[in-house]
């Protein structure tokens, strides 16, 4: 039977990752504002006798470069630019790996399986008869329940089209015509389909009254 693409998933940026990767940065920058200005202010204070040991306890006259200043007063509590910028990198290093591990998420939907790539770039390909259960994930994503694994499509900007399609496949299994000897199934065969639109109606996707829809037609009632 010819597979055809009933809808595909639209990548989106990571807006959680992006605001920490611009968080990292502007960390960054302004710990080595701050180093720079207490750099060049502690021979201000100490002109003016404001009394060095008040304002920075510990800190010694530096006529050194700023590359010495900074790295001999980067643990000074009194000037925290040292664990600003820890933070920053932090935050840096967290949104990169967040960004490039939800951003390369793709899922498209056919009226016989669901393919794609998760996380790290695995390629999946999901028969629907395969799965039992379809639910919303963290970044804008799909979670995809299959006999025995879960798939996580993170980042797509048309996350509830894509569920509803799923939904509407799973509750309207296509039937082949090249199969009328399978009669004698037809009871398991509801029973699935029943159990799958019961799983769809626990997991949300699916009101009570569409169920109570589905169900009777399944049952010919």
Request: with cysteine; net charge negative.
């Amino acid at each position: 039977m010819e597979q055809n693409i009933v809808i595909k998933g639209t990548p989106q940026k990571n807006k959680p990752a992006l605001i920490l990767l611009i968080a990292g940065i502007l960390l960054v920058l302004i710990s080595l504002i701050v180093a720079s200005w207490a750099y060049n202010e502690v021979d201000l204070y100490m002109y003016f006798g404001f009394g060095i040991s008040d304002w920075f306890p510990g800190w010694i006259k530096y006529d050194d470069s700023f590359i010495d200043f900074f790295f001999g007063e980067f643990f000074n509590f009194d000037c925290y630019y040292g664990y600003l910028i820890m933070l920053g990198v932090v935050a840096l290093i967290v949104g990169i790996i967040m960004k490039s591990n939800t951003e390369k998420c793709e899922i498209t939907v056919t009226n016989e399986a669901i393919s794609g790539k998760l996380p790290h770039g695995k390629e999946v390909h999901i028969p629907l008869n395969q799965i039992t259960a379809i639910n919303r994930s963290s970044f804008n994503g799909v979670s995809i329940t299959s006999i025995g694994n879960v798939s996580n499509f993170h980042c797509i900007e048309n996350r509830e089209e894509v569920m509803k399609a799923i939904s509407y496949l799973l509750a309207n299994p296509q039937q082949s015509s090249a199969q009328p000897t399978q009669s004698a199934s037809t009871n398991g065969s509801e029973a699935e389909q029943l159990k799958r639109l019961k799983d769809l109606l626990d997991s949300g996707v699916l009101t009570q009254e569409e169920f109570d829809a589905k169900k009777k037609q399944i049952l010919g009632l």
